[in-house]
């Protein structure tokens, strides 16, 4: 697609600017990333995207999205292809017709063009290399991919996607653009043996848990970064090492970092959680620990989703009003938590189903607390004879959901 000489000398303007910000924050320390950051056109990625109105919402609250193009406002559509920012351009699995946008209230979005900062610590955190060969789940927007290829050469690298309308797009951006990768629709479950073995194999999306055919189709000595994630929005990142007996291990990263989930392991519709409420009987028990433990907006609350939906892989939370509802449509079981009323902060909790699921999220943080709050960094992430453990010298070992 051909641009108007002023867009091009704008963007390469606000390319440099967005490079040496990078930089300056520690996420631009090789020069051959921060010359693939100056080179790669974003704005030819995003032709259309979702900005947040924080202020301004609907009856029901939820959150104004505005389209953003450079036909409706382009100085807005331009400086903020070149933030340091998310830019959705999906909700739902609906393709926008970014010719003729609406804005949109609420929705859950499905794709997104990255922030270019979480990119490259991705890329980075991988260990990427010239001579290595990469395969990358999520294409989303191309953008990323554009970036590997500028590094790596177009020959290294794969990108899979499984949405073929957001393939095509980013298919055509990727080629108006000179880089010529290997691109497939295809399901980042499986990985994309065609092309296997690879060196690097990194996901843009969460996984409920490492997937065989990842470690499968890593040559040994390979690394895997993946995004870990759960029905109850707990992440971690980790960065496994593949042996060549098909064994995998790693350790955990820090960071608050979370990635939209793989469409086959996004959480389920758990109905009306007044149903659910109504279900748990018996007296109820004074909580040892309250929820804010695993809600609070805290980089610890965000580690501790991670580790208690180890013990709760099937549970969801949700909260209506004062009222927190724990519930879990495989077991059928639920546990529903109300402040006791005294004003001490304190909770009330009532179990039922054939799983005590706050008893088993007490029974983590219990043994958190005696282990001395350990960090994500100290744990390590095992997967052999078809298992997959969480260990750290003070804690017991935990368990991921079978994928």
Known sequence: MTMPVDLETDAA???????????????????????????????????????????????????????????????????????????????????????????????????????????????ADADVRE????????????YSTALACERLGSGGVTSIEVDPRRLERAASAL???????????????????????????????????????????????????????????GY????????????????????????????????????????????PPGRPRVARHGPERVTAATEEAFHLRFLVQSAVPDAQLTTVGDVVHLVDVVSGSAATLTPDGDGDGGWRVREGGPLRLWESVEQVLDVYESAGRPEPETFTLCVHGGGQHLRHPRLPCLSLPSP
């Not at 990194?202 to 997937?211: E, K, M």
């Open 175 to 233: 080629h108006a653009c000179g880089y010529a990768p290997t691109l497939a629709v295809a399901d980042g479950l499986y990985g994309y043996w065609p092309e296997a073995p690879f060196d690097r194999i990194v996901a843009a999306c969460s996984f409920r848990a490492v997937l065989p055919a990842l470690v499968a189709q890593t040559r040994p000595g390979g690394k895997i970064l993946l995004t870990l994630s759960g029905w109850l929005y």
């Open 13 to 123: 303007r606000l390319r440099g600017a967005m490079a040496g910000d990078l930089a300056a924050r520690g996420f631009l320390d090789d020069p051959a990333w921060r010359a693939a950051v100056e080179a790669v056109p974003r704005h030819r990625f995003v032709p259309g995207f979702y900005l947040s109105d924080a202020d301004e919402r609907e009856g029901q609250g939820l959150t104004r999205w505005q389209p953003t193009t450079a036909a409706l406002d382009h100085g807005r559509w331009l400086a903020a292809a070149y933030s340091d920012a998310t830019l959705i351009t999906q909700f739902d699995g609906d393709e926008p017709d970014w010719e003729n946008p609406a804005e949109r209230y609420g929705g859950a979005p499905t794709s997104s063009s990255t922030l270019p900062s979480l990119v490259l610590r991705m890329w």
């Open 236 to 279: 971690a990142r980790v960065l496994l090492t593949v042996a060549g007996d098909g064994t995998a291990e790693g350790r955990l990263l820090g960071g608050t970092v979370s990635f939209m989930p793989a469409r086959a392991h996004a959480a389920p519709a758990f109905g009306n959680p007044a149903h659910w409420a109504a279900g």
């Open 131 to 142: 001579g290595h060969t990469v395969l990358e789940i999520g294409t989303g927007t191309g």
